[in-house]
């Protein structure tokens, strides 16, 4: 399956990505600016991205825990989410995110 990443510059990616995997793992292995520091334990905020408004609601919701960091994420938006917390189904092929600046390692 695949995803659509738009990275910090404007430039568009197709990923090829595996059922299961975090949204964060197949960005940050295929090499994209994400500096998602916790490895995914969803304490860091910096797999911040923007989520396409036509995926939005094919989205579970966020948890708790990521609704409280999202909160002091710098440039959060309504369509913001982690992307560490967004597993990959048949559902989310071909969905389109956007990398946060704040998630660039520079
Ligand atoms: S990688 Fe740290 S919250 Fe997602």
Redesign the pocket.
Same mark, same amino acid.
């Given at each position: 399956m695949k995803i659509l990443v738009t990275d910090q510059s404007g430039t568009r990616h197709e990923l090829e990505g595996l059922e299961s995997w975090r949204v964060?793992e197949v960005i940050r292995d295929w090499g994209l600016n994400i500096? /998602?520091? &916790? $490895? $995914? /334990?969803?304490? &860091? /905020?910096? &797999?911040h991205v923007y989520v396409d408004e036509s995926w939005l609601k094919r989205l579970l919701p966020a948890s708790p825990e990521e609704e409280d960091?999202l909160y002091t994420a710098p440039g959060r938006q309504a369509n913001s989410r982690?992307? &560490?917390?967004i597993l990959l189904s048949d559902a989310l092929d071909g969905l389109e995110v956007t990398l946060a600046p704040s998630s660039a390692k520079d």
């Open positions: 964060m500096k /998602a520091e &916790c $490895g $995914g /334990a969803c304490s &860091c /905020a910096t &797999c960091l982690l992307s &560490c917390q």
